[in-house]
């Protein structure tokens, strides 16, 4: 049995939305650590919660999202940090614990490691964002190897360490979502309402098929999706909010395809997962994770990243897909079972180095 401390993400509280799939991560990993017997304790900023699982919370500012800066931006931390003040708890705390684990993707927790006696794993959750992380990434990987977990190789290969990465994944509870064999006529995109998700290629792409295009996530950008609205006017689109998982999955359930449209190196992409679990076939670009998760005209189609008309004519083949075949995917490779297995042969190498 381990004892084990998990720092969540800086960005938002958990519950919220606002730290994206890393929120789905420390979730289903936590849950599963739990009913394997370890001991865990999640530190989170103030507000945040997860279900059946006690959350200890730390006021304070929330850190910017690294995914909104340069790539030459300067360190930043904001007076009253929520992320200092959580690793100052983890200082505190250290001798109570086996193991740390860090889901900050942030530039302080790599650089505090040194000065922690409690061995720290860090699970980066994007790909390379900036200059000032990578530099600070590299020299803490060379100290420490062994101590890096990303979700997938195409993440891995934005970095100059990608070869000291361990690729660990991701998982969800299957439990929560049910195959639903028969569709409405309508398409799903789901994800942070921002630029980076290139949500209007989705929108340009139900313009020209004239499907239906139900839209779901946390809304991080008010005038990107007003801008949206306004240059696809006539677009057949339907914004329904953040939705937990219970009403997610039965939204999801309904739609005949998700669209996925990164514009960036998607480091895995949950929502996929999510979306296989329902026997709901991918449409994505075929960059980053998601390229690594869709077996392409068996559970879905990889298009050309950035085209609007593959996309359109993957739409138009859709029912090739058969919705069985989504779910069997998702209950082979990413039940909680197997996300458990692989993250706690991590840790138990990492404490027994």
């Not at 720290?120 to 200059?131: E, Q, V, Y």
């Not at 799903?188 to 139900?214: C, F, H, Q, S, Y």
């Not at 997610?248 to 005949?256: D, I, P, T, W």
Request: proline share 5%; hydrophobic share 40%; glycine share 8%.
């Amino acid at each position: 049995m381990l004892k084990i401390l998990f720092l969540s993400t800086s960005v938002g509280s958990l519950g919220s939305g606002q730290g994206g799939g890393v929120e789905l991560t420390v979730q289903n990993v936590a849950q599963e650590l739990l009913r394997r017997g370890h001991q865990l304790e999640i530190v989170a900023p103030e507000g945040s919660w997860l279900t059946d699982i006690p959350v200890t919370t730390i006021a304070g500012k929330l850190q910017v999202p690294v995914q909104t800066l340069r790539r030459d931006q300067s360190i930043c931390l904001p007076d009253n940090s929520v992320l200092a003040k959580m690793w100052d708890y983890a200082r505190q705390v250290q001798q109570h614990y086996d193991l740390i684990v860090n889901f900050a993707f942030d530039w302080l927790p790599f650089y505090l490691t040194p000065f922690f006696e409690t061995t720290i794993a860090h699970f980066i959750s994007m790909g390379s964002m900036t200059d000032a992380s990578d530099r600070i990434m590299h020299q803490i990987i060379q100290q420490y190897p062994g101590t890096f977990g990303v979700y997938t190789q195409s993440q891995a290969d934005t970095f100059s360490f990608a070869q000291d990465c361990k690729i660990l994944g991701s998982g969800i509870d299957l439990s929560l979502y049910q195959l639903n064999p028969y569709p409405e006529a309508s398409l799903a995109w789901l994800g942070r309402i921002a630029p980076e998700k290139a949500l209007e290629d989705a929108v340009a792409a139900v313009n020209i098929t004239g499907m239906p295009l139900k839209i779901f996530g946390k809304m991080q950008d008010q005038n990107y999706w007003s801008k949206i609205c306004h240059d696809y006017p006539e677009a057949p689109i339907e914004y329904l909010g953040f939705l937990d998982t219970e009403k997610l999955q039965q939204e999801l359930g309904k739609c005949r395809a998700l669209l996925m449209t990164p514009r960036w190196i998607e480091a895995f992409g949950n929502v996929a997962i999510e979306a296989l679990a329902c026997g709901v076939p991918i449409i994505a670009y075929r960059r980053g994770g998601p390229a690594e998760i869709v077996r392409d005209g068996e559970t879905g189609f990889l298009v050309e990243p950035d085209s609007i008309a593959g996309l359109a004519a993957a739409i138009n083949q859709i029912e090739q897909i058969n919705r069985l075949t989504c779910r069997q995917q998702a209950e082979a490779e990413y039940s909680l079972v197997a996300l458990g297995d692989r993250f706690e042969a991590w840790f138990n190498q990492l404490v027994n180095n």
